[in-house]
């Protein structure tokens, strides 16, 4: 057989396959209600506990079970309610928190079994505090190596005068220089100022925080300082913050401004008004090294940072100003002025040589009505998928999955879009039933690339108007009875198009009870969304139903519902195939990027596996045949650049096998024809 033909052969023989293999999420493995490991069980919340993002840590390859899991951990955070006390951190610091302040922001880890490592609060016994994001800076520790963790959780802190905010600090034990509060950061004030702390994930030991916050131009106005969004930079761990500010100068001490350093373009008058921002901080938290407003004279957020591969960074919000469009020449602006009120907005950043950033995109997304922008998911290509909710039924559509707004009037549907590393418009979506459906966070699946939102629902046909067959495995009905009385989580995974009539729905489940799964009626972004180390989906969402676990029926159920509002975190993984072996991920869906090759191929007696590594790194190498069953190939030290590995194929049989490798970073794979 000519050698073109043989890899033919194989492609079809791997497409025709491909149903058999295909992985579905359809099981809730695990699910957890939340517990402190400081107070419990002597304490049960008497108030709420709300979470608003959930994060996973550096996956491990060693030590893995039987079920082909590798370990990581999960972090949470958030804001409770009704703790109290006081806890040492370092050098003679400490932090007493609850009392009447009434609200602390908090920070958990869990394995990726659902069990609780540990949890912190970091809180003032006269202010209110809530952690709105978290990200994990994941740093590579030898021998081995593996990874370590260090977590990043950012909010507001409420203080009415209170005398008794503590200083910012640093733990000398960190490597960081100590320092003190310096001008942008403001421990008397009124009103609202934000917050960002750095926590060690390996025991949860406050590492530094700090204060950012300005000064309020207006009384009109009055003091807001929020941070809504965190990335570190994959290439310097430098950290990322965004969010909303009413205050001036709090920029002042940054080493790079930015293209716009004045709060709402020197408007003092507005009532109404507040600008995004943008600020770079090294890993001490010490030093600003760059940073921008984002605005004009009404009210813009920017609610959601990630980076790109190359170190770009892509920004989402809500904008009510006029002119903040911009397209640096070679890149689109889709569009360029705003249509209503309020839009959503997306940007695009490049970092300069000499440090600082620069503007590639900014466009806004909207109809006729009011649309918000919440968070997004980058790939591996560089293209940017955004998801929020929008009021309008002119929202722009582009090869969608629903074409047109389904809810009565007055009434919200979610929205997913997709832009590519230029900014043009790839697709653009409805997703919504009869009722109010909003979107706030969304990942990409590393198994199957589709694109999962997770929000919040009282429609009872959510998905149906996507693909009317399709019905979960896990909860079907919103509410879990079909009534429409409260809202419900619910996470919908979508195909990516490329054309018109493409689109379908690969995974849809409501996650609520009797009562109400919401934000509890004030400033909150929830549900949260992350995917797990070995591509399985998690979330976290706050709930007021007890019968949350009976409604969803989990496998395993961990802890038990309690207090007011409790936090619902799950695990949901692949259906398990018949033959209880780890499954072939179908040819369409194995790595197409030029980091890995495999020749020759087809082969007999041996191969060589090509791997392109950017880092020094441990990769584990695995052999599957076609009925799942996974073979150890020799585990290798990869070094920077290119790595030439042979393959002895000399004791497999005759057929055709998926070669997986396992890396810090993620999975690749190829497909490999052994003949005899």
């Known amino acids: 057989m000519r050698p073109t033909a043989k890899i033919l052969t194989l492609l079809l023989f791997a497409a025709s396959i491909q149903d058999l293999f295909a992985q579905t999420y359809d099981e809730l493995y695990w699910a957890a209600f939340f517990k402190d490991a400081i107070n419990w069980p002597s304490f049960h919340w008497k108030k709420k506990e709300m979470v608003e993002g959930i994060a996973i840590g550096g996956v491990n390859n060693t030590d893995y079970d039987s079920t082909y899991d590798h370990p990581y951990n999960i972090y949470i955070a958030g804001e409770v309610t009704g703790a109290s006390g006081s806890s040492a951190v370092c050098d003679g610091n400490s932090f007493t928190y609850g009392g009447t302040g009434g609200a602390d922001a908090f920070v958990a880890s869990y394995s990726s079994t659902g069990a609780l490592n540990w949890s912190r609060y970091l809180g003032n016994f006269k202010t209110v505090e809530y952690a709105h994001c978290l990200t994990v800076d994941k740093v590579l520790v030898g021998p081995g190596p593996t990874w370590h963790d260090y977590i990043y959780i950012a909010g507001e802190v409420k203080n009415n005068g209170a005398a008794s905010v503590p200083p910012s600090f640093v733990c000398s034990n960190n490597g960081c220089a100590p320092f003190t509060t310096t001008d942008d950061d403001n421990s008397a004030f009124v009103g609202n100022v934000a917050f960002v702390a750095k926590y060690d994930g390996a025991n949860g030991q406050l590492i530094s925080w700090r204060y950012i916050g300005g000064n309020p131009m207006s009384p009109n106005i009055g003091r807001d300082d929020q941070v809504l969004g965190l990335a570190v930079n994959p290439i310097n761990r430098h950290l990322i913050v965004t969010g909303y500010t009413t205050t001036d100068g709090l920029g002042v001490n940054a080493t790079y401004p930015g293209w716009d350093m004045q709060l709402d373009e020197g408007n003092t008058l507005e009532t109404d008004g507040g600008d995004g921002f943008i600020a770079e901080f090294d890993e001490c938290l010490q030093t600003m090294i760059f940073f921008t407003y984002v605005g004009g004279t009404g009210q813009d957020r920017l609610h959601d940072v990630k980076f790109d591969e190359s170190g770009n960074l892509f920004l989402s919000g809500t904008a009510a100003s006029d002119g903040l469009s911009y397209a640096k020449p070679g890149y689109i602006t889709y569009q360029t002025s705003k249509k209503l009120l309020l839009d959503a907005m997306l940007m695009k950043l490049s970092p300069l040589p000499g440090g600082g950033y620069e503007r590639l995109f900014v466009t806004y997304l909207g109809g006729g009505n009011n649309d918000r922008g919440r968070r997004i998911a980058i790939d591996k290509s560089g293209n940017c998928f955004m998801t929020g909710y929008t009021f309008s039924n002119n929202f722009p559509t582009l090869y969608p999955h629903q074409a047109s707004q389904c809810g009565l009037p007055g009434t919200y549907d979610a929205f997913v879009s997709k832009f590519d590393s230029s900014g043009n418009l790839k697709w653009s979506t409805y997703l919504g039933g009869t009722l109010n459906d909003k979107a706030n966070d969304i990942v990409i699946s590393p198994i199957d690339k589709a694109i999962f939102v997770t929000g919040q629902s009282n429609s009872t ?3 149906k108007t996507i693909s009317s067959t399709y019905v979960s495995s896990i909860q ?3 509410n879990g009875d079909g009534t429409t009385v409260s809202n419900d989580g619910f996470i919908v995974g979508l ?8 689109g379908t729905v690969v995974f849809a489940t409501y996650l609520g009870g ?3 799964e919401d934000d509890a009626g004030i400033k909150s972004y929830t549900p949260s969304l992350a995917m797990g ?3 399985e989906l998690l979330f976290a969402e706050n709930t007021k139903s007890k019968n949350i676990a009976t409604v969803t029926n989990p496998t395993n159920v961990i802890g038990a519902f309690s207090g007011n509002y409790d936090i619902y975190l799950g695990l949901i ?6 033959y209880g072996w780890p499954r072939l991920v179908p040819v369409h869906q194995t790595t197409t ?10 082969a007999s007696g041996a191969t060589h596996l090509l791997i392109f590594s950017e880092i020094s790194c441990p990769a584990s190498i695995f052999a599957i045949d076609l009925l799942g069953r996974k073979t150890n190939l020799p585990w290798h030290n990869l070094t920077e650049g290119a790595n030439d590995i042979e393959i002895d194929l000399s004791d497999f049989e005759k057929g055709l096998y998926q070669i ?3 890396l810090p970073n993620g999975i690749k794979r190829k497909m490999l024809l052994i003949e005899k």
């Open 461 to 463: 046909n959510l998905w």
């Open 476 to 478: 079907d009905t919103v």
């Open 495 to 502: 195909n990516d198009v490329t054309g018109a009539g493409q």
């Open 514 to 516: 009797s009562s109400s």
């Open 533 to 535: 180390g070995n591509g």
């Open 573 to 578: 993984r692949y259906h398990p195939n018949p």
């Open 593 to 602: 990027d030029n980091s890995v090759s495999i020749y020759p191929n087809p």
């Open 660 to 662: 997986e490798i396992m």
